[in-house]
Nanobody, 123 residues
Framework: QAQLVESGGGLVQTGGSLRLSCAASGRTLSSYTMAWFRQTPGKEREFVAVSSWIGGRTSYADSVKGRFTISRDIAKNTAALQMNNLEPEDTAVYYC????????????????WGQGTQVTVSS
């Protein structure tokens, strides 16, 4: 079973950038679909971005399209989420997740989760 550890969260001003990293151990990420979700207090976990294990095809939530980029480094066994032009509405705990098989936008489809990293965007 793979284990995931996120890093790179922090406090940034509106319009700033952050890069989140997700390091995997136990399994190679090349055979997993990788995704990022986020959650704010009192709300359900929300899909942000996904990278399919087949050809690395990507998909994004409308709210982050054009600002966020998901990527993976097979050699380093990591995935990343580059976040640009951040807005206060992006404030949340961000989670890295992995699953076997095809892309899904549903958190219930993902079996492996990191512990989360806090992103706070000040106005």
């Amino acid at each position: 079973q793979a284990q995931l550890v996120e890093s790179g969260g922090g406090l940034v001003q509106t319009g700033g950038s952050l890069r989140l990293s997700c390091a995997a151990s136990g399994r190679t990420l090349s055979s997993y679909t990788m995704a990022w979700f986020r959650q704010t207090p009192g709300k359900e976990r929300e899909f942000v971005a996904v990278s399919s294990w087949i050809g690395g095809r990507t998909s994004y939530a409308d709210s982050v399209k054009g600002r966020f980029t998901i990527s993976r480094d097979i050699a380093k066994n990591t995935a990343a989420l580059q976040m640009n032009n951040l807005e206060p509405e992006d404030t949340a705990v961000y989670y890295c997740a992995a699953k076997t098989g095809s892309t899904s936008y549903s958190e219930s489809a993902y079996a492996i989760w990191g512990q989360g990293t806090q992103v706070t965007v000040s106005s």
